[in-house]
Protein backbone atom coordinates (compact mmCIF):
# COMPACT_ATOMS: atom_id res chain seq x y z
CA UNK A 1 0.00 0.00 0.00
CA UNK A 2 1.57 3.35 -0.94
CA UNK A 3 2.30 5.55 2.01
CA UNK A 4 2.13 8.96 -0.28
CA UNK A 5 -1.14 10.43 0.07
CA UNK A 6 -2.15 11.24 -3.80
CA UNK A 7 -1.08 7.55 -4.88
CA UNK A 8 -3.24 6.53 -2.08
CA UNK A 9 -6.00 8.38 -3.20
CA UNK A 10 -5.66 6.85 -6.64
CA UNK A 11 -5.73 3.16 -5.65
CA UNK A 12 -8.70 3.72 -3.29
CA UNK A 13 -10.00 4.96 -6.38
CA UNK A 14 -9.46 1.99 -8.54
CA UNK A 15 -10.68 -0.03 -5.59
CA UNK A 16 -14.26 2.00 -5.36
CA UNK A 17 -13.98 1.17 -9.43
CA UNK A 18 -12.60 -2.46 -9.28
CA UNK A 19 -12.94 -3.97 -13.00
CA UNK A 20 -14.32 -1.19 -14.54
CA UNK A 21 -12.28 1.35 -17.51
CA UNK A 22 -11.75 4.66 -14.99
CA UNK A 23 -11.25 7.24 -17.11
CA UNK A 24 -8.27 9.90 -16.49
CA UNK A 25 -10.75 12.70 -16.72
CA UNK A 26 -12.32 11.29 -13.66
CA UNK A 27 -8.93 10.78 -11.76
CA UNK A 28 -7.97 13.98 -12.43
CA UNK A 29 -11.58 15.93 -11.20
CA UNK A 30 -10.83 13.33 -8.04
CA UNK A 31 -7.14 14.73 -7.36
CA UNK A 32 -7.76 18.19 -8.56
CA UNK A 33 -10.80 19.29 -8.82
CA UNK A 34 -11.73 21.79 -11.94
CA UNK A 35 -7.79 23.42 -11.43
CA UNK A 36 -5.51 20.69 -12.44
CA UNK A 37 -1.71 21.54 -12.80
CA UNK A 38 -0.44 21.82 -16.30
CA UNK A 39 1.45 19.00 -14.98
CA UNK A 40 -1.80 16.50 -14.44
CA UNK A 41 -0.48 14.03 -16.79
CA UNK A 42 3.10 13.52 -15.81
CA UNK A 43 1.96 13.80 -12.35
CA UNK A 44 -0.66 10.84 -12.75
CA UNK A 45 1.69 8.64 -14.37
CA UNK A 46 4.06 8.77 -11.79
CA UNK A 47 1.27 8.08 -9.19
CA UNK A 48 0.52 4.60 -11.48
CA UNK A 49 3.94 3.73 -11.90
CA UNK A 50 4.56 3.87 -8.22
CA UNK A 51 1.04 1.40 -7.54
CA UNK A 52 2.68 -0.76 -10.51
CA UNK A 53 5.62 -0.92 -8.18
CA UNK A 54 3.34 -1.92 -5.53
CA UNK A 55 1.67 -4.54 -7.23
CA UNK A 56 4.69 -6.04 -8.32
CA UNK A 57 6.11 -6.78 -4.58
CA UNK A 58 2.35 -8.06 -3.71
CA UNK A 59 2.88 -10.20 -6.73
CA UNK A 60 6.28 -11.60 -5.83
CA UNK A 61 4.52 -12.81 -2.35
CA UNK A 62 2.84 -15.74 -4.39
CA UNK A 63 2.71 -17.13 -7.25
CA UNK A 64 0.59 -14.85 -8.94
CA UNK A 65 3.64 -13.21 -10.41
CA UNK A 66 4.51 -16.08 -12.49
CA UNK A 67 0.85 -15.54 -14.49
CA UNK A 68 0.71 -11.79 -14.04
CA UNK A 69 2.50 -8.93 -14.41
CA UNK A 70 2.16 -5.23 -12.85
CA UNK A 71 0.68 -4.03 -16.10
CA UNK A 72 -2.02 -7.24 -16.26
CA UNK A 73 -3.27 -5.75 -12.94
CA UNK A 74 -3.34 -2.05 -13.89
CA UNK A 75 -4.28 -2.11 -17.01
CA UNK A 76 -3.80 0.94 -19.32
CA UNK A 77 -7.21 1.43 -21.71
CA UNK A 78 -8.21 3.91 -24.00
CA UNK A 79 -8.22 7.06 -21.94
CA UNK A 80 -8.07 5.14 -18.74
CA UNK A 81 -7.09 2.68 -16.48
CA UNK A 82 -8.39 -0.44 -14.97
CA UNK A 83 -7.83 -2.49 -12.00
CA UNK A 84 -8.06 -5.77 -12.97
CA UNK A 85 -8.75 -8.32 -9.70
CA UNK A 86 -9.10 -11.58 -12.03
CA UNK A 87 -11.94 -13.01 -9.96
CA UNK A 88 -11.35 -11.73 -6.62
CA UNK A 89 -12.96 -11.11 -3.63
CA UNK A 90 -13.11 -7.28 -3.06
CA UNK A 91 -14.44 -6.51 0.36
CA UNK A 92 -17.02 -3.71 -0.92
CA UNK A 93 -18.78 -6.29 -3.32
CA UNK A 94 -18.77 -8.90 -0.46
CA UNK A 95 -20.05 -6.85 1.73
CA UNK A 96 -23.29 -6.25 -0.79
CA UNK A 97 -23.76 -9.57 -1.69
CA UNK A 98 -23.86 -10.55 2.19
CA UNK A 99 -26.15 -7.59 2.43
CA UNK A 100 -28.33 -8.31 -0.57
CA UNK A 101 -28.85 -12.16 1.07
CA UNK A 102 -30.08 -10.52 4.55
CA UNK A 103 -32.31 -8.53 2.74
CA UNK A 104 -33.78 -11.39 0.80
CA UNK A 105 -34.10 -13.29 4.01
CA UNK A 106 -35.91 -10.62 5.88
CA UNK A 107 -38.45 -9.91 2.99
CA UNK A 108 -38.93 -14.19 2.92
CA UNK A 109 -39.38 -13.74 6.89
CA UNK A 110 -36.20 -16.04 7.85
CA UNK A 111 -34.88 -14.00 10.42
CA UNK A 112 -32.36 -16.26 11.72
CA UNK A 113 -30.32 -15.76 7.93
CA UNK A 114 -30.99 -12.72 8.12
CA UNK A 115 -29.12 -11.63 11.59
CA UNK A 116 -26.27 -14.11 10.08
CA UNK A 117 -25.77 -12.93 6.70
CA UNK A 118 -26.13 -9.17 7.95
CA UNK A 119 -23.89 -9.81 10.87
CA UNK A 120 -21.03 -11.34 8.52
CA UNK A 121 -21.89 -8.73 5.96
CA UNK A 122 -20.85 -5.83 8.74
CA UNK A 123 -18.10 -7.81 10.61
CA UNK A 124 -16.10 -7.16 6.86
CA UNK A 125 -15.58 -3.42 7.75
CA UNK A 126 -12.63 -2.09 10.24
CA UNK A 127 -14.11 1.71 11.09
CA UNK A 128 -15.05 4.26 8.76
CA UNK A 129 -14.89 4.22 5.11
CA UNK A 130 -11.33 4.60 3.45
CA UNK A 131 -10.79 7.21 6.46
CA UNK A 132 -7.09 6.93 5.94
CA UNK A 133 -7.77 8.52 2.72
CA UNK A 134 -7.45 12.18 1.83
CA UNK A 135 -10.68 12.18 -0.59
CA UNK A 136 -11.62 14.21 -3.50
CA UNK A 137 -15.34 15.30 -4.48
CA UNK A 138 -15.58 11.83 -5.82
CA UNK A 139 -14.47 9.72 -3.49
CA UNK A 140 -16.68 11.40 -0.63
CA UNK A 141 -19.47 10.39 -2.34
CA UNK A 142 -18.25 6.82 -2.54
CA UNK A 143 -17.92 7.28 1.20
CA UNK A 144 -21.51 8.57 1.27
CA UNK A 145 -22.79 5.70 -0.30
CA UNK A 146 -20.76 3.04 1.64
CA UNK A 147 -21.78 5.03 5.12
CA UNK A 148 -25.24 4.72 4.25
CA UNK A 149 -24.91 1.42 2.71
CA UNK A 150 -23.76 0.27 6.35
CA UNK A 151 -25.90 2.01 8.62
CA UNK A 152 -29.02 0.47 6.52
CA UNK A 153 -27.57 -2.45 7.00
CA UNK A 154 -27.13 -1.94 11.15
CA UNK A 155 -30.61 -1.03 11.17
CA UNK A 156 -32.06 -4.33 9.48
CA UNK A 157 -29.61 -6.41 11.53
CA UNK A 158 -31.06 -4.89 15.12
CA UNK A 159 -34.76 -5.66 13.51
CA UNK A 160 -33.92 -9.27 12.56
CA UNK A 161 -32.51 -9.63 16.07
CA UNK A 162 -35.55 -7.99 17.69
CA UNK A 163 -37.67 -10.24 16.05
CA UNK A 164 -35.36 -12.92 17.49
CA UNK A 165 -35.85 -11.70 20.91
CA UNK A 166 -32.61 -10.47 21.65
CA UNK A 167 -33.57 -6.95 22.68
CA UNK A 168 -31.35 -7.22 25.79
CA UNK A 169 -28.57 -8.11 23.17
CA UNK A 170 -29.03 -4.74 20.97
CA UNK A 171 -29.75 -2.58 23.63
CA UNK A 172 -25.73 -1.31 24.20
CA UNK A 173 -25.64 -0.56 20.60
CA UNK A 174 -28.64 1.09 20.21
CA UNK A 175 -27.63 3.53 23.20
CA UNK A 176 -25.19 4.52 21.29
CA UNK A 177 -26.57 4.67 17.93
CA UNK A 178 -29.56 6.93 18.66
CA UNK A 179 -27.16 9.23 20.41
CA UNK A 180 -25.20 9.34 16.90
CA UNK A 181 -28.15 9.69 14.98
CA UNK A 182 -30.65 11.81 16.77
CA UNK A 183 -33.28 11.97 14.25
CA UNK A 184 -33.09 8.70 12.88
CA UNK A 185 -36.81 7.20 13.67
CA UNK A 186 -36.14 3.84 12.81
CA UNK A 187 -33.25 3.65 15.34
CA UNK A 188 -35.30 4.97 18.01
CA UNK A 189 -38.41 2.38 17.26
CA UNK A 190 -35.99 -0.12 17.89
CA UNK A 191 -34.64 1.17 21.05
CA UNK A 192 -37.89 1.92 22.20
CA UNK A 193 -39.07 -1.52 21.94
CA UNK A 194 -36.10 -3.39 23.30
CA UNK A 195 -36.31 -0.79 26.16
CA UNK A 196 -39.85 -1.71 26.46
CA UNK A 197 -39.27 -5.59 26.10
CA UNK A 198 -36.51 -5.20 29.04
CA UNK A 199 -38.94 -3.44 31.60
CA UNK A 200 -37.85 -0.06 31.28
CA UNK A 201 -41.14 1.39 29.77
CA UNK A 202 -40.12 4.56 31.13
CA UNK A 203 -37.04 4.98 29.59
CA UNK A 204 -38.69 4.25 26.02
CA UNK A 205 -41.12 6.66 26.44
CA UNK A 206 -38.28 9.25 27.15
CA UNK A 207 -36.38 8.05 24.36
CA UNK A 208 -39.39 9.34 22.08
CA UNK A 209 -39.87 12.67 24.15
CA UNK A 210 -36.00 13.01 22.86
CA UNK A 211 -36.74 12.26 19.59
CA UNK A 212 -39.53 14.06 19.34
CA UNK A 213 -37.99 17.38 20.53
CA UNK A 214 -35.53 17.22 18.11
CA UNK A 215 -37.39 17.04 15.25
CA UNK A 216 -39.65 19.78 15.96
CA UNK A 217 -36.69 21.44 16.83
CA UNK A 218 -34.45 20.67 14.09
CA UNK A 219 -36.88 19.90 11.24
CA UNK A 220 -40.32 21.39 11.95
CA UNK A 221 -42.21 18.10 11.75
CA UNK A 222 -43.67 15.46 14.10
CA UNK A 223 -42.70 11.81 14.93
CA UNK A 224 -44.57 9.56 11.84
CA UNK A 225 -47.73 8.15 12.78
CA UNK A 226 -46.77 4.88 13.36
CA UNK A 227 -44.12 6.26 16.05
CA UNK A 228 -46.47 7.76 17.48
CA UNK A 229 -48.76 4.89 17.87
CA UNK A 230 -46.22 3.02 19.19
CA UNK A 231 -45.47 5.60 21.78
CA UNK A 232 -49.08 5.36 22.88
CA UNK A 233 -49.36 1.74 22.61
CA UNK A 234 -46.67 2.06 25.44
CA UNK A 235 -48.19 4.72 27.26
CA UNK A 236 -51.59 2.37 27.28
CA UNK A 237 -49.48 -0.42 28.58
CA UNK A 238 -50.26 -2.99 25.54
CA UNK A 239 -48.43 -6.24 27.26
CA UNK A 240 -46.66 -7.25 23.89
CA UNK A 241 -44.72 -4.70 20.89
CA UNK A 242 -45.06 -6.66 17.42
CA UNK A 243 -42.04 -5.18 15.73
CA UNK A 244 -44.16 -5.78 12.42
CA UNK A 245 -47.21 -4.40 13.51
CA UNK A 246 -46.66 -1.15 15.01
CA UNK A 247 -43.38 -0.02 12.87
CA UNK A 248 -41.87 3.12 11.98
CA UNK A 249 -40.35 3.89 9.07
CA UNK A 250 -37.85 1.80 7.29
CA UNK A 251 -34.64 2.25 8.19
CA UNK A 252 -32.65 5.71 6.86
CA UNK A 253 -32.71 9.15 8.22
CA UNK A 254 -35.95 10.63 9.32
CA UNK A 255 -38.41 11.84 7.26
CA UNK A 256 -37.77 15.40 5.32
CA UNK A 257 -41.27 16.26 5.19
Not at 42 to 66: F, G, K, N
Not at 93 to 121: C, I, N, P, W
Not at 208 to 214: D, G
Amino acid sequence: MPTAAKPRQVLAMFAAHADRVLPVATLVKELWGESPPPSFQTTLQTYIAHIRSHVRAALLQSDEHLHRSPKDVLVTRPGGYLLDTGGGSVDVREFERQTFAGYRAMDSGDHVVASRKLRSALGLWRGPALADINAGPILQLEIQRLEEARRCAIERRIEADLHLGRHQEVLSELTVLVRQHPENESLCQHFMIALYRSGRCGDALSAYQRLRNTLIRDLGIEPSAPLRDLHLAMLNGTSEIDIMGIRAARPGLARTG
